[in-house]
């Protein structure tokens, strides 16, 4: 591709991308692409295709391959009927059920923020309509893993989990997949 930015050091494209809020500063004025958009395939797609149309050429992909960092059980609200939050009618406020309940909205939020199965899912969609093979792994994970933990126990569990995972959602196809697919192409 042949635009302003792709004439940046590999350095600084990884540094913009790696600018995401509440663990690295800006650079540049540029933030983590998972701002916008936590699962790029769809934009990394269309951004292939309109290189292509613009060059007056034909699209030649064969292959998309989508990592995601986890799929996590669902969190629930909870109720947040107003009545709750007082007692037998008195105006006493309860904090606590408050404070339970805006900390799940505040992690229901932040989930949807960074959601990427359905992007991932309409990718497919539109991969398939195209002729083009889609291959999507993102771990179930029994638990949320934040992006900075630091429990050992978890972290080591989580790689476990994903390893298995890799194996069970045959890795070995997606290479057996790229292999074919290369060969085809030098023939």
């Keep these: 591709m042949d635009d302003a930015n792709s004439k940046q050091p590999v ?9 995401a809020p509440l663990y690295f500063t800006e650079f540049d004025n540029y933030v983590d692409g998972g701002v916008l958009a ?14 292509y149309r613009e060059q007056k050429m034909r699209p030649q992909i064969s ?38 309940r805006a900390a799940n909205l505040i992690s229901l939020l ?11 899912k309409n990718c497919r969609s539109r991969c398939e309509a195209q002729g083009i093979l ?15 933990e630091t429990d050992n126990e978890r972290l080591v569990n989580m790689l476990i989990k994903t390893r298995l995972q890799l194996k069970e959602q045959g890795l070995q196809n997606l290479v057996n997949l790229i292999v074919r697919e290369r060969d085809s192409s030098k023939k």
């Design 110 to 120: 932040s989930n949807a923020l960074v959601e990427s199965e359905a992007v991932a």
């Design 63 to 100: 292959l998309l391959v989508s990592v995601g960092s986890g799929v996590y059980p669902a969190l629930k609200l909870g109720n947040i009927d107003a009545q709750q939050f007082l007692y037998f009618g008195i105006h006493t406020f309860r904090l606590d059920i408050l404070k339970d």
């Design 11 to 19: 350095w600084k494209v990884a540094r913009y991308t790696s600018a």
């Design 134 to 148: 889609f291959y999507r792994f993102s771990p179930k994970l029994d638990e949320v893993v934040a992006a900075g």
């Design 38 to 51: 936590n699962n790029p395939c769809e934009y990394a797609l269309t951004a292939i295709q309109n290189f």
